[in-house]
């Protein structure tokens, strides 16, 4: 493989990547796998932020594709940048949980909403 060709793979690879944010983005929630295991109740995670992220990763991908031969690579860049800091910006919450509280996440402080009701009643009959 020659040098020239590492912009091209990475490029690809890069755009799979938006992609597969793209669809996570866009499909059902129903699909999700997903049940509730914590104690607190998660931030929510903006599906447009989402998609504008997927968007960002997928315009970064067009720069590296473009290499330095294409007309658009500055505006690739500039857009791609763009769309990622207003879906970060969209999803500074759900992004600030997961990067920072990540040993707290799975305990409860007491003046918080506990997300499984039968488990508020359990805890008050231990209080008894």
């Not at 020659?2 to 597969?20: H, M, R, T, Y």
């Amino acid at each position: 493989m020659k040098l020239e060709q590492l912009p091209l793979v990475l490029g690809v690879l890069i755009a799979l990547i938006g992609l597969l944010v793209g669809y996570d983005a866009i499909k059902p929630m129903h699909v999700r796998p997903f049940r509730e295991r914590r104690r607190r109740i998660r931030a929510k995670l903006d599906r447009t932020g989402e998609l504008l992220i997927a968007l960002g990763i997928i315009g970064m991908a067009v720069a590296f594709l473009n290499r330095d031969t294409g007309r658009f690579g500055t505006l690739a860049v500039i857009v791609g940048a763009v769309l990622l800091l207003a879906g970060g910006l969209m999803n500074r919450t759900y992004l600030k949980e997961m990067l920072l509280f990540r040993g707290a996440a799975r305990r409860a402080d007491a003046d918080e909403k506990i997300a499984n009701p039968n488990e508020a009643a359990r805890k008050s009959d231990r209080i008894r």
